[in-house]
């Protein structure tokens, strides 16, 4: 597309990711004439990567509840109006195969390009400009009108939807451009920290040198319990579980590890018909060895099942049903696979994603403070929020 040295539009959208071709999308539909800016290459390059390329695109179960955010209501409305659901009419609708897997969490059958590529070919479909390798430069507004400076010319439309993502995964192109056009325009942001990454712990923390082994197990960050499969590595912890409490985690905050959250090691232990078996190797049963060992203090490994004492037995009841730790830290953005924090919703209209205080300016998806836990929630976020402003703008 030939640009000139001014180009207008209805509405300018600032990121060609999920949020940002949703609301592209939807706003052509009602006959506005729109143009989406991207730095990157490809459009929905962060998507086309999620969910290990297959695309986590929304839960069987979403409700408020599943996000974090300082304004928790904030995302009722516009999860309420574009459901999972209507996420997975969307794709069913048009040919893209989908599958549930455990808890709740659906993927497609095929790659997450299919969706990537879904959206964009809807948006072109609607006469939406998308401009890819476009960088953004100075966004103002002026009587009314916004006007974003980019390398390929100057924008302007009555309407700004600003989709930009958050600092998380910057090798995908990343970037703070969202946060600095909300404080430009003076809107407050919620502390922006990374989200959905793995633990660190001590380099001497008492389960170092088990990496590589990967178990179900129950995990309790504050009052949350997380179910799900556990992966010890060379920093900490990762896996589905870890990253579930990244997101409740905070400094100091200790963990507790439930390695056998669907077995009562008591009952076990007593109903053992071997006695003199060694508890490493009992444990091994049911544990992998290595980690059987591991939570075995001292010599207590050792020691047969029957000359074990009620006090060494409460010791490896709590290592194996309890095991306290306190990480680190978690991982930064780079490998967190979002961001917590960011524009404050209580700046905006939860129906619309408009700015109370600056008419034409939207907000959607990532860059907000909504962020919602591992298993298909900050996607059905995006697809929410762009609905939601798509319809308005």
């Known amino acids: 597309m030939g640009l000139a040295t001014e180009a207008r539009y209805d509405v300018l959208v600032l990121g060609a990711g999920a949020s940002g071709l949703m609301c592209a999308m939807e ?67 048009h040919g893209i195969a989908w599958e549930e897997r455990e808890h709740g969490r659906l993927f497609c059958l095929g790659s997450a390009g299919e969706v990537a590529g879904l959206l964009t070919t809807l948006c072109h479909r609607q006469g939406v400009d998308i401009l890819l390798d476009c ?23 009555p309407s700004l939807v600003v989709a930009t993502g958050s600092p998380a995964w910057p090798q995908v192109g990343a970037t703070r451009l969202g946060l600095d056009i909300a404080r430009q325009f003076g809107l407050a942001i919620v502390p922006m920290r ?57 400094s100091d905050m200790e963990v507790r590890l439930n390695f056998l959250p669907d077995t009562q090691l008591a009952d076990f232990l007593a ?32 020691k047969a099942v029957a000359n074990l004492s009620r006090a060494e037995q409460e010791t ?31 700046g905006l209209s939860s129906k619309t994603m408009e700015a109370a205080q600056v008419s034409g300016l939207y907000f959607v998806g990532e860059v907000l403070d909504v962020t919602g836990m591992l298993g298909g929630y900050n996607l059905q976020w995006a697809w929410a929020s762009g609905f939601a402003a798509g319809q308005h703008v």
């Not at 009602?30 to 086309?48: E, I, N």
């Not at 959905?196 to 319990?225: C, H, N, Y």
């Open 27 to 93: 706003a052509a539909k009602r006959g506005r004439r729109v143009a989406v800016l991207d730095h990157a290459g490809k459009a929905g390059r962060k998507l086309r990567l999620t969910g290990g390329g297959k695309c986590n695109f929304t839960n069987l179960d979403v409700s408020a509840a599943n996000y974090v955010s300082a304004n928790p209501h904030f995302c009722k409305s516009a999860l309420a109006r574009f459901d999972q659901y209507a996420a997975m009419e969307m794709l069913s609708s």
């Open 135 to 157: 960088t953004i430069g100075k966004v103002d507004c002026e009587q009314g009108l916004f006007r974003a400076a980019t390398s390929q010319g100057v924008f302007l439309a």
């Open 194 to 250: 990374p989200a959905l990454a793995p633990l660190v712990m001590a380099k001497d923390w008492p389960l170092a040198g088990l990496t590589g082994i990967s178990l179900p197990v129950t995990v309790q960050v504050a009052e949350r319990f997380f179910s799900d499969h556990l992966l010890f590595t060379h920093e900490g912890l990762s896996g589905p579980a870890a990253l579930q409490a990244s997101l409740f985690w905070r």
């Open 271 to 302: 109903n053992l018909t071997d006695r003199k078996v060694k508890l490493r190797n009992a444990l091994s049963r049911m544990l992998p060895a290595r980690l059987a060992a591991a939570l075995c203090v001292a010599e207590l490994g050792d």
């Open 316 to 346: 490896i009841l709590a290592s194996v049903h309890s095991f306290r730790v306190t990480p680190l830290s978690i991982e930064g953005f780079a490998k967190a696979e979002v961001a917590a924090g960011g524009v404050d919703t209580r």
